[in-house]
């Protein structure tokens, strides 16, 4: 089985400053990863994922997330924040192969500060 | 654009009543799911759907059933609704062989 650990459940940042969300996950198998957002009263989107290829990958808005085997993390990073960055992130983990369900972490509440 | 959409935004529903809420999905996707949402615990699995009259248990399946009748719609029921099933619950689709889950934007249930 697989499992997410997102160690901070909120994280306040000055607007236009730089933010790091952490996920790490447990599997013994070879998994895919992701990054949702959920924005204010709306549902999860996805904001980037990692299938194989490069260990980097971007957003169109500017978030990027880097697939680190050795340290079983998918933390996620944005250079300079904006206020609409405010939302809810989720990371969440899916084994390779057939139609396994997604495991999610348990969020990390971004909020910027004015 | 995928649009998954849920009957309700909002539900209030007393202690001991039957409860349907409805998913609908106009993409043409084989799987669909359904979660809840509760602070400090993400999302939890209650049960998701392979194809029509398929169903499966997810993590928290207890109190909750799920119907599946035609491809485009997944409703979850709540035989005996119970305080402890005050929620935000979301429902999902997904292409079997793709891995982006489409969410919908979530009904928030108030059981008193």
């Known amino acids: 089985a697989q499992s997410v650990t997102q160690l901070d459940s909120q994280v306040p940042v000055f607007e236009e400053a730089p933010v790091e969300l952490r996920c790490n996950y447990s599997?013994?198998?070879?998994?895919?990863l992701f990054w949702y957002v959920q924005y204010p009263n709306q549902g999860l989107q996805l904001l980037l994922k990692y299938l194989s290829g490069s260990t980097l990958v971007e957003s169109i808005n500017g978030f990027e997330a880097e697939f680190n085997k050795s340290q079983t993390s998918f933390h996620l990073r944005k250079p300079s924040v904006h206020i609409s960055d405010t939302a809810e992130y989720f990371c969440a983990v899916k084994r390779k192969g057939g139609n396994e369900k997604l495991t999610f972490g348990t969020g990390t509440r971004l909020t910027i500060i004015p | 654009d995928v649009k998954v959409t849920q009957s309700s935004r909002y539900l209030v529903k007393r202690t001991g009543e039957k409860v349907f809420l409805e998913c609908v999905q106009d993409m043409d996707h084989e799987n669909m799911f359904w979660y809840r949402q509760d602070p400090g615990l993400g999302l939890r699995l209650i049960y998701f759907s392979y194809d029509v009259k398929m169903k499966e248990k997810g993590d928290i399946p207890e109190g909750y059933s799920v119907s599946r009748e035609k491809k485009e719609r997944f409703s979850l029921i709540l035989e005996s609704a119970s305080t402890n099933q005050t929620s935000m619950y979301l429902c999902?689709?997904?292409?079997?062989?793709?891995?982006?889950?489409?969410f919908g934007p979530g009904t928030r249930l108030t059981v008193t």
């Open positions: 599997s013994s198998v070879s998994v895919y």
């Open positions: 999902a689709s997904r292409v079997t062989s793709l891995y982006e889950q489409y």
